[in-house]
């Protein structure tokens, strides 16, 4: 078999492209446009229908449906996901290695398709509500679409091709919100969540494999792809252990509060995740996608790292900065009267999602230099820190009696900065980078978050109007602005660099700019 591999797309002239700066800082670029950009358009669709069923649903659905995602989410981790990715920071990639993993990806999502529909009547019986059992037995149909989402998708980002990928996500976007909508309208509970990601799934399995010319066949046979599996088993049982400490919440809570709070606390949690959750994956793809091809060029990632941390901070803390502060007249406008329980958990939440953030960032870089040791560490201290905190808190160990849903808050105030800095202490030795040299770059960030927050703080105090709508649009106005302001005149360098990089000006292909 030939080293190169006509149904991929790949060839040994398309690799050396790393060696070629202005090239790669276009192909980056373009990768994050699209990738993030039609992310973003994908999720403003999604949260439009999101926003617009909440209202004609009730918690208690979304509490059941919560229930019915711990198990899938649970058994995802063995859906091959991270063997697909392996084809990424790898050096050879042929036809037959490609069709291993495919072969891989049918007899894991073959397995757990099976597993859930055996498991459906225990997780039942374990939450003591029977219609989680259809459900689950239902929701068993969107493992068979993975091997079609997954291969397609880390194939088309080895090659930093991410725009095919992007006008797929969004068809699919669209194609789940209108099921969504539709179902709900048409007075189906529940059931319009449980349909909306199959219908989103199935498209995008169909959408993806016509993308990627997804012609391989299945080989199953491994000889010959051990670097795949040893680094695809090891995000594997990192990615166990997310699932542990993500989870975790739900599990301990599901037995512990009624279905009406768990159903508050989990669309919070939805909410105040939708960055970190939605839009940095998106990122981390095209950061380890880039962060391997420099690796593969011998190029230190430290200075690239510093960077991507700057760019993500200075998007996401100012947004969960603002959510905390107008949490109230942003639910109660977003979400309507009989959402208001949210409030206290959003805006507690939200606090301590900027940890979170520049957390989850941290894995990429290590990754592509094929030091996964590094993230299976923080992943399975990440899964002690967060469920001992969740177990405590919702226990009311944090001082609050029976705290339900606010003691998982306050585990959270514990538990994420904590699992930060421990991420940060094992992350930035291993490519270069001083703790002092990442405070310097994201010092500006929190010094214009403070500034944003006096502001706002001044506008509800002294200047109020009264409707959560004009409240919501006028506290927005006025902390985007004090945080535009700061930079401009305090930072006014490091804005045009950011500008300049945006643009694909000169100084963008001697600065690192990986995401």
């Not at 080293?3 to 790393?18: K, L, V, W």
């Not at 670029?29 to 004609?56: D, F, P, Y």
């Not at 990192?238 to 739900?250: L, T, V």
């Not at 930079?487 to 490091?494: I, R, T």
Request: glycine residues 8%; hydrophobic residues 55%.
């Amino acid at each position: 078999m030939s080293s190169s591999a006509p149904n991929t797309g790949f060839d040994s002239a398309h690799d050396s492209s790393a060696q070629d700066a202005d090239g790669f800082a276009g192909r980056v670029r373009s990768a994050v446009k699209w990738r993030w950009g039609t992310q973003v358009a994908a999720q403003i669709i999604t949260w439009t229908s999101t926003i617009m069923v909440v209202r004609l649903l009730e918690p208690t659905d979304y509490g059941l449906f919560a229930m019915t995602q711990v198990v899938l989410t649970a058994l995802s981790i063995l859906n091959g996901q991270s063997f697909a990715t392996s084809l990424v920071q790898t050096k050879h990639i042929d036809d037959r290695r490609v069709g291993q993993i495919f072969g891989l990806l049918l007899l894991f999502n073959g397995s757990m398709a099976v597993m859930q529909w055996l498991f459906a009547p225990y997780a039942a019986i374990y939450f003591g509500e029977p219609l989680v059992e259809d459900m689950l037995r239902i929701q068993a149909v969107i493992f068979l679409t993975v091997p079609f989402t997954a291969l397609p998708s880390e194939l088309l980002a080895r090659r930093l091709e991410f725009r095919k990928q992007g006008q797929v996500n969004m068809t699919a976007a669209i194609i789940g919100a209108v099921t969504a909508l539709s179902l709900a309208w048409l007075g189906w509970g529940v059931w319009a969540l449980v349909y909306a990601p199959i219908a989103m799934f199935v498209s995008r399995a169909v959408g993806l494999s016509i993308a990627a010319r997804l012609l391989v066949k299945p080989v199953f046979d491994p000889r010959g792809a051990w670097d795949l599996v040893t680094f695809g088993g090891t995000l594997t049982l990192c990615q166990i252990f997310w699932i542990i400490q993500s989870q975790s919440d739900i599990v301990i809570a599901g037995r512990m509060m009624s279905t009406y709070n768990l159903g508050l606390y989990s669309e919070a949690l939805f909410l105040t995740l939708i960055v970190t959750g939605r839009f940095l994956p998106p990122i981390n793809e095209v950061a380890l996608a880039a962060y391997s091809e420099l690796h593969r060029a011998a190029k230190p990632l430290g200075p690239y790292f510093l960077k991507t941390a700057r760019m993500v901070m200075m998007v996401t803390a100012p947004i969960y900065i603002g959510l905390a502060l107008t949490s109230e007249n942003a639910i109660l406008t977003l979400f309507g009267e009989k959402w208001t329980g949210m409030i206290p958990i959003v805006g507690g939440l939200a606090l301590v999602m900027p940890f979170m953030a520049l957390h989850f960032i941290c894995s990429p870089v290590t990754n592509a230099m094929g030091r996964t040791q590094v993230y299976l560490t923080t992943s399975l201290v990440g899964a002690i820190i967060m469920p001992v905190a969740f177990l405590w808190g919702v226990s009311g160990g944090f001082g609050d009696g029976d705290a339900g849903a606010m003691g998982l808050v306050h585990a959270w105030w514990a538990a994420a900065p904590l699992l930060c800095i421990f991420t940060l202490t094992m992350t930035l030795p291993r490519i270069g980078v001083s703790p002092l040299a990442l405070i310097r770059e994201i010092a500006p960030i929190a010094f214009a978050c403070g500034a944003m927050t006096m502001a706002v703080l001044a506008v509800q105090r002294y200047a109020p109007i009264g409707s959560p709508l004009l409240d919501l649009a006028w506290n927005g106005f006025a902390g985007a602005t004090v945080y535009a302001a700061t930079f401009w005149f305090g930072w006014n360098a490091l804005v045009r660099e950011t500008w300049d990089l945006l643009r694909n000006r000169d100084t963008a292909t001697t600065t690192p700019t990986p995401a």
